[in-house]
């Protein structure tokens, strides 16, 4: 059995068997032979369906997530649709209050136009989302941790509350990725990714990955919606996934070390009213975090004292870190995200979230404790 990090440099990028490159090929082909008979020799027919280099990198995160199948899509917002798109019409489905604000804006714009009902739960409160489960309730959906307020749901609780109720439990797991954390092992039934995030890894590629622990109904009906919709990813964006997810482990063990010490130095700093990171110990969830996962990310949220104001003015003395949307690239990036969710933020009003990249840890530090000062 070969461990995660061999097994993340090895999946999907054998070398290739007609020229023996060792990187692997690029097919940017949209069409493929049909042999005499009409028969399909290679089990391609057209990019839109399938193609060599997606496939490549569905067969690496499959095996790297321990499922059985994974789709590969243009983006997380697309992987999710297509989920919340191929339920039963009439299906029930239970969001986490704070879900990556896309997908409620997704549901609140065309839930119903798509016959689904939804409620938002803090997921959190095993009593809360007990008593959001109804009859028809067909998917839990979880993030975990959340973006941006790092919250941490307890995915094997939450497997068996959605099993016992017969519905599926899905775990967006960008900040974590399959690094971090095995929802699958823990009893999911599906994880989603933005590969656009860790995966991809240096801010130049968009995608979204659903992988199924079970090739069934749901992994089969997704592949045909992604199919008639055509939400699938260009063979340049599944290669650049697929070559992202070869540094994952040693990406993600950097960001992870740089986080921690950003999170302790703000933990520390006066101007800084609350910090978000589950490696910390002050973290509400920070043992079902240590429980959960192999380490804590690189993510970080913290709150300014004085607000708005305040939080606006330190993004914008901050040098290091650019002041931009997204995460998971080499370079660390600030946001001040209520500024970014549209009309009804969620987020507190002093709230900056960190994706800390991979630069020095003591620089990101002093950058950090200047922009605070003032
Ligand atoms: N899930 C999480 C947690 C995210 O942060 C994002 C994007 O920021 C998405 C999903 C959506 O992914 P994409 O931007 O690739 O569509």
Redesign the pocket.
Known sequence: MMRFETLAVHAGAEPDPETGAVTPPLHLSTTFEHAPDGSLPHGLLYQRYDNPTQQRFEQALTALEGGARTLLFA????A?TTVLQALPAGAHVVMPDDV?H??RALLQHYGQRWGLHFAFVDLADPDATRAALRPDTRLIWA?SP??PLLKISDIAALAALAHGAGAQLLV?S??ATPCLQQPLALGADIV?H????YIGGHSDV???ALVFRADAALAAECWNLRKLAGASASPLAAWLCLRGLRSLPARMAWHGRNAGAVAAALAAHPQVERVHYPGLATHPQHALAARQMRAFGGMVSFEVRGGRESALAVASRLRLFINA???GGCESLVEHRASVEGAQPTSPPGLLRLSVGLEHADDLVADLQRALAG
Not at 75 to 78: K, Q, S
Not at 194 to 197: M, V
């Open positions: 983006t997380g917002m697309a999710g990556y896309g997908y993030e959340s973006n967006d960008t900040f989603l933005s590969a656009t995030k968009m995608g979204g949307t997204s995460l």
